[in-house]
């Protein structure tokens, strides 16, 4: 268990980071992150005209080896992971068998017989917990790395430009796909992904080992420090927002199925069909029958009036009858105005229907659109 | 930023400043750095009537919303219509250009029992 209730929240291993920079600290999860370092607007411009630096060493890492480690995962997650070569990263839900989402994680497949996750903070012990009751009956070993390494992210259409001054192979990683590297004596998993709608990379390595691999990679950008800023908790969710990207806990939670949160991509229904020796997965059948009827409520864009922002749980209205409710709202720092996600009732969620939002002190008219927000060019 | 002393602080982060029977009420640093970057201020409309410990207004920013409550009961003189324009005054300057409203009171005694600067920096400095 990660539990620190006693002693507070638990520092990254990039807390000096924080301090050199000034991050104004929070709890998030049981760990301590910079919530920003200064305007969160500026944050968030700033990864989408060059480039941001964030500290996600509180997502979960968990290892995962053994002859049936591809098995169990397939058994777990929604997504198929049998098949995936050496070097490629897949984004999947890990369902209740009820369809509902325990998590969404990142699958890296590694060497043969090892597969490395990338979960939620929050849902962390919970997945281990989930894990350890449907494992007994593979051959798999679970190892949760999350304290023993660090984890940032890399963010902006100016990043590869400088990443290509110190290694050629990782401009040229493929999206979703990633490679191990030696940096001097360091070992890292460098990922062609990301949470922020733009190009960039994930970085995976050794919590000790944190601090100086980043003191050394900011120090190879020389005069181009400026071009990556640090960034805080605050813009990360603004920039996943923009490009349309779930946060478990708003527009994922374990009511909430995955097709009705537009994750269809992501879930393998006829998983087992075309390989026998794959098994199913946790909720298929459950996801299946959400398939055959439709989903009820899907997630949808929506552009209020005004300069008010969305928050989650209010509701969306139909005139006097609520049609559905908001997950998550922003002043889009790239759109300058209003935006806001919410599960809607298939009768109202085609493009561009005339809705209203409840802001609490007034209701205000808002249209629906198709997600995401932002793309990059 | 240093923390005027011309006024009193409740412990929901507002400041009062009395002059004669006018109250500036606005939002202290500490506030506006734990709210970020603040993006849309609506106050109650001028000759709105206020009662004591009620909400004048909200705050909102890139991350949350904030209802904005008056300690002493009175009618709102003036709204400052500044921070509908840019309302990131609020985050650069709270304790002068951005304050909130001003507010005609019979009685302001009830600010009395908040805290001075030196209580609220002890606090949230």
């Not at chain 1, 990379?201 to 601090?211: F, G, R």
Request: proline share 5%.
């Amino acid at each position: 268990m990660s539990s620190t209730t006693e002693t507070g929240p638990r520092n990254t291993p990039f807390e000096k980071l924080h301090e050199r920079f000034g991050g104004q600290m929070v709890d998030y999860a049981g760990w301590n992150l910079p919530l920003r370092f200064g305007s969160v607007i500026e944050e968030h411009r700033a990864v989408r005209a060059s480039g941001g630096l964030f500290d996600v060493s509180h997502m979960g890492r968990l290892r995962f080896m053994g002859p049936d480690a591809c098995r169990f995962l397939d058994r777990v997650c929604t997504r198929q992971i049998h098949g995936m070569s050496e070097g490629q990263c897949r984004y999947s839900l890990v369902c209740n068998e009820q369809g509902g989402c325990r998590d969404d994680v990142l699958v890296y497949r590694m060497e043969s017989e090892s597969y490395l996750m990338v979960c939620n903070a929050a849902n962390r012990d919970k997945l281990i917990a989930h894990f350890a009751e449907h494992s007994p009956d593979f051959d798999v070993s679970i190892d949760d790395q999350t304290l023993a390494t660090a984890m940032c992210a890399i963010q902006g259409p100016r990043v590869m430009d400088l990443i290509g001054g110190v290694s050629r192979e990782i401009p040229a990683l493929k999206r979703f796909r990633f490679t191990i590297k030696d940096l001097m004596v360091i070992k890292v998993i460098v990922s062609r992904t990301g949470y922020t709608g733009e190009d960039g990379v994930e970085v995976i390595l050794d919590a000790k080992m944190a601090t100086p691999a980043l003191e050394m990679f900011l120090k190879d950008f020389g005069e181009n420090d400026s071009m990556v800023r640090p960034c805080g908790l605050a813009a990360r969710d603004t920039l996943r927002l923009e490009a349309a990207m779930p946060l478990y806990g708003h527009e994922l939670t374990e009511d909430i199925d995955p097709l009705s949160a537009g994750l269809g991509f992501a879930v393998k229904l006829d998983k087992g069909v075309e390989h026998p020796e794959v098994g199913g997965f946790i909720g298929q059948q459950a996801l299946q029958e959400v398939a055959d009827r439709g989903p009820a409520r899907r997630l949808v864009g929506l552009l209020p009036e005004g300069r008010r922002s969305p928050r989650q749980h209010m509701q969306v209205l139909d005139g006097d009858r609520v049609v559905g409710e908001v997950t998550s709202g922003c002043l889009s720092p790239t759109l300058d105005r209003p935006i806001a996600m919410a599960y809607v009732d298939v009768a109202c969620c085609s493009p561009d229907t005339s809705l209203q939002i409840d802001l609490g002190r007034a209701k205000v008219p808002a249209t629906t659109c198709e997600l995401p927000f932002y793309k990059r060019p | 930023m240093a923390i005027p002393s011309d006024r009193r602080y409740s412990e929901s982060h507002e400041w009062f400043r009395v002059e004669g029977n006018i109250v500036t009420v606005g939002i202290t640093k500490h506030a506006t750095d734990e709210l970020t970057d603040i993006t849309y201020v609506e106050m109650n409309p001028v000759g709105t009537d206020v009662s004591p410990g009620g909400a004048v207004g909200e705050v909102e920013s890139v991350k949350t919303t904030a209802e904005v409550f008056s300690v002493v009961g009175g009618t709102i003189r003036e709204v400052n219509e500044t921070l509908g324009g840019d309302p990131s005054i609020l985050n650069e300057d709270p304790y002068d250009a951005g304050w909130l409203l001003k507010l005609e009171v019979d009685d302001a005694s009830a600010l009395d029992g908040l805290m001075d600067d030196k209580a609220y920096e002890q606090l949230h400095g």
